[in-house]
């Protein structure tokens, strides 16, 4: 019933960038945290940002001073720009949100379906 669909992955070369945004649909009552992970191939899935409903923001130091995350409230959306973009940036990244479907703020974590990054010359 709820949703969370990624877009802007792709193709870049070492110091380029990307944005990846992410949209959430469905019933829809509240959204807390949001953000996005990342799992590279024989590694396990990693926390890169997140940020809050009033917009507090985490990073894993490994991307700070490169990327930023923002969220849109009234339209459900949270974005990652990446800059400098490393090779070891490679990797499956994943939208991740709490989202409350009634009054009732029974929040449930939910997934995208990946978007594929790869940083390489």
């Known amino acids: 019933q709820v949703q969370l669909v990624e877009s802007g992955g792709g193709l870049v070369q070492p110091g380029g960038s990307l944005r990846l945004s992410c949209a959430a649909s469905g019933r829809i009552f509240s959204i807390n945290g949001m953000g996005w992970y990342r799992q590279a191939p024989g590694k396990q899935r990693e926390l890169v940002a997140r940020?809050?409903?009033?917009?507090?923001?985490y990073f894993v130091d490994s991307v700070k001073g490169r990327f930023t995350i923002s969220r849109d409230n009234a339209k459900n959306t949270v974005t990652l720009q990446m800059n400098s973009l490393k090779p070891e940036d490679t990797a499956v990244y994943y939208c991740?949100?709490?989202?409350?479907?009634?009054?009732?703020?029974?929040?449930?974590?939910?997934w995208g379906q990946g978007t594929l990054v790869t940083v390489s010359s």
């Open positions: 991740n949100a709490d989202i409350a479907g009634s009054s009732l703020l029974r929040y449930l974590e939910v």
């Open positions: 940020i809050t409903r009033g917009g507090s923001t």
